[in-house]
């Protein structure tokens, strides 16, 4: 079992930028890959980014593509997420997860481990 603690979130306005961290301890973080989801009230959790184990392949919901960036340090067991050019529509509850897996999935059951989430609130 990986623990992870996601750090970074807050409250910014539209345009801004934020990065997100997570801190996993525990089995070996190299070994799978990771994600990060959020939930927005009312909406169902989507996969908003995913890399694999050692970094060579990423994911994006369109949503966000060429704004966020997903990253990994396996030398600090620490993931990324770099959110740029924010939007109102970006704000949610976002949580870090990690794979059962080292290659990169966008299925979500296949994240055994999350962290408790931390907020994003964009302002217009």
């Known amino acids: 079992q990986v623990q992870l603690v996601e750090s970074g979130g807050g409250l910014v306005q539209a345009g801004e930028s934020l990065r997100l961290s997570c801190a996993a301890t525990?089995?070996?973080?190299?070994?799978?890959?990771m994600g990060w989801f959020r939930q927005a009230p009312g909406k169902e959790r989507e996969l908003v980014a995913g890399?694999?184990?050692?970094?060579?392949?990423?994911y994006y919901v369109d949503s966000v593509k060429g704004r966020f960036t997903i990253s990994r340090d396996n030398a600090r067991n620490t993931a990324y997420l770099q959110m740029n050019s924010l939007k109102p529509e970006d704000t949610a509850v976002y949580s870090c997860?990690?794979?059962?897996?080292?290659?990169?999935?966008?299925?979500?059951?296949?994240?055994?481990?999350w962290g408790q989430g931390t907020q994003v609130t964009v302002s217009s």
């Open positions: 997860a990690c794979s059962v897996f080292p290659y990169l999935t966008t299925n979500i059951p296949a994240f055994g481990s």
């Open positions: 525990g089995r070996t973080f190299s070994s799978y890959a």
């Open positions: 890399v694999s184990a050692n970094g060579g392949r990423t």
